[in-house]
């Protein structure tokens, strides 16, 4: 089986099903990104989403950023 896909290959065959759930996408100061859960608020910034070049510039946004939501209620 061939998938021509622009989705990573994480995403179709997750190595660790629990992993894969913790993962959720949303719009981080207006840019699209995907993070990690790690609890209490707090997340893990993974991917940057963004197909504008000028989001991967922000220092705030970079991969491995642990940010803290202001909103709980955070579903994937």
């Known amino acids: 089986m061939i ?5 990573p290959n994480e995403w179709i065959f997750p190595i660790n ?4 759930n913790n993962l959720i ?3 981080y100061q207006g840019i699209p990104v995907m993070a990690q859960k790690t609890g209490d608020n707090k997340l893990i ?4 989403l963004s197909t504008n070049p000028n ?10 950023t642990c940010i803290t939501l ?6 994937p």
Not at 3 to 7: A, D, E, G, I, P
């Open 55 to 64: 989001d991967y510039l922000h220092d705030s946004i970079i991969p491995g």
């Open 70 to 75: 202001s909103h709980p209620q955070i579903n």
């Open 25 to 27: 996408q949303i719009n």
């Open 17 to 20: 099903q629990e992993q894969f």
């Open 45 to 48: 910034i993974t991917k940057v």
């Open 3 to 7: 998938l021509y896909t622009t989705v």
